[in-house]
C-alpha cells in the first residue's frame, strides 16, 4: 500500500470518528438542542456519505489499486459518476446554507423558530431537490470509468472526451458563485453582528464573539479558495496535468470540502469546547464566549 493511501486513511478514519460522534451527541445530548446542530447533523451525514462514495474513484485511478478493481459490476461505476458531482452539489449547498443559517438569526427577528420547525425539511428538501437540478443541464456529460489495461487503473470512458470542457466550465462556474455567495454572505454576517453589538464594542465578550465568527467564515471561505485554485490550476493552467496526480489533488481538496466542520466546532463553539472540557479536563479549561449564530 502507497504512502498517500495510508495517509488518507488515517486522517479519514480520524475525522469520520470524530464526525460520527458529533452525530450521535448532538441527537443524544439536550445541551444541542438548537436548530443550528440539527442542520449540522445532516451535513455532517452527507458529507460522509460524499467521503464514502469518493472511495471508488480514489481507488479506481491509481495504478496501485485500479486492477483490484476491474471485475466490479460497471452499474457501480455509472452510480458513482452520477453522485460524484451530485455530492459536490449538496456539500457546497449545505455550508452557504449554514452561512445563511448565522446570517438570518442576526438579521431576522423569528429566524430562530422558522429554523427549529423547518430546518430538516429545508436541508434534505432545497438542497436535494437543488443538487438534482443542477445535474440536469450536463446530464448527457456523466459516463463510467472504465478500465484500461495498458496504464492498470480506470479512465473517463471514451464518450465522456466531447463534454470534458463544458463539464469543466460547468463546475468551475458552480465554484466560483458559491465562492462569492460564502464570501457575501459571511462579511454580512460580520456587519451584522458589528451592528447588533456597536454600542459594545470595547468589551472582551463582544471582541471575542467576532474574532470567532470572522474564523468561521475565514474557514469557509479558504475551503473554497482551496477549490478554485484546483479549479484553475486543472482547467487553465495547467490542463495536460498527470491523470494521477489530478485525482490525488481531486481526492485531498474533497476531503478538505467533507471534513472541515468538525474542526471548526472544536475550534469556535463554546457548547462542543464545554463538553469536551467536562470529559477531559485538560482540553478547554476555560472556554470562550460563543459564536452568537452557532449556538
Known sequence: MDILIIVWIVYG???VLL??????VFGANKRFDNSFYRVVQCDQIMNLCCYLNSWIHRLAQRPQTGYLLQNFPPIIFTITAYTTFFFFQTQSASIILLCFYRYS???FENANKFW???CILVYFGVILLYSIVLMLPIFAAFHPLV???AVGFFVDAPEFAEYRYTYGAYLWFCCVTYFIIIITLGLRTVFE???RFAQHQNDSRTRDVLMRITIIVAINTVVYM???WWMLTIGIFVPDIDRVLQNELVMTVSDTLSFSMPYTLLLCDKKVQEMISQKIPI????PSSVVAPIS
Do not use: A, P, Q
Request: glycine share 4%; with cysteine.
Open 283 to 286: 482540553f478547554y479549561r476555560n
Open 147 to 149: 478500465y484500461d489495461g
Open 193 to 195: 453582528l458589528r451592528k
Open 105 to 107: 438569526l442576526l438579521k
Open 226 to 228: 482551496l477549490i478554485i
Open 19 to 24: 464526525m460520527l460522534c458529533f452525530i450521535v
Open 116 to 118: 427549529k420547525k423547518w
Open 13 to 15: 478514519v480520524i475525522s
